[in-house]
Every structure is written in structure tokens, then in C-alpha cells.
């Protein structure tokens, strides 16, 4: 199964702003409040490669994430990303 190009690149993009600084203002404007949530990630896991904070993104933007507590979150995985648990 193949990642779906509009997530993987907005996924990117979101990245790209979070970790390097490279932002789009109408990205920040139109996906503020996930470009915070990336950049709260970054101080939590700073050793996690940019791939890793992709993956992150992309399983959002597909659906695949759901709070399930007060500070708890169940992420769901993504045969297009070959992740072994659904």
C-alpha cells in the first residue's frame, strides 16, 4: 500500500517548519495547532530522526491518532508506513 501523497507531503512540510524552521506562513496558520503538538514532541524525543517525527504527522493526518486519557494517546498503525500492528 502506498502513502497518500497530499498527508506525505503536508507530513513533511510540518516537519520541515518544526525541525528546521522552514515555514510556511499559511501552513502555520491553517496547521497551527499540529505544528505546536511536533514542536512539543522535539524537546520530549530529541535523539528521533525526522522520519520518525514524518510518521508521527502523517499517522495524524490519516486519522490514526485518539486521546484516550488526560495525557495518554493511542496511535494506531498504518500498513502504508509497514507498521506491524494495526
Wanted: glycine content about 10%.
Amino acid at each position: 500500500m502506498r502513502v497518500k501523497w497530499e498527508e506525505s507531503r503536508l507530513a513533511w512540510a510540518l516537519v520541515r517548519c518544526t525541525l528546521y524552521g522552514y515555514c510556511d506562513s499559511r501552513l502555520v496558520e491553517e496547521r497551527g495547532n499540529l505544528f505546536d503538538a511536533l514542536g512539543g514532541l522535539q524537546p520530549s524525543f530529541p535523539d528521533k530522526p525526522p522520519e520518525w517525527f514524518y510518521r508521527a504527522a502523517y499517522r495524524f493526518l490519516a486519522g490514526k491518532v485518539e486521546k484516550v486519557g488526560g495525557e495518554h494517546w493511542l496511535v494506531k498503525g498504518l500498513p502504508e508506513l509497514e507498521d506491524t500492528y494495526p
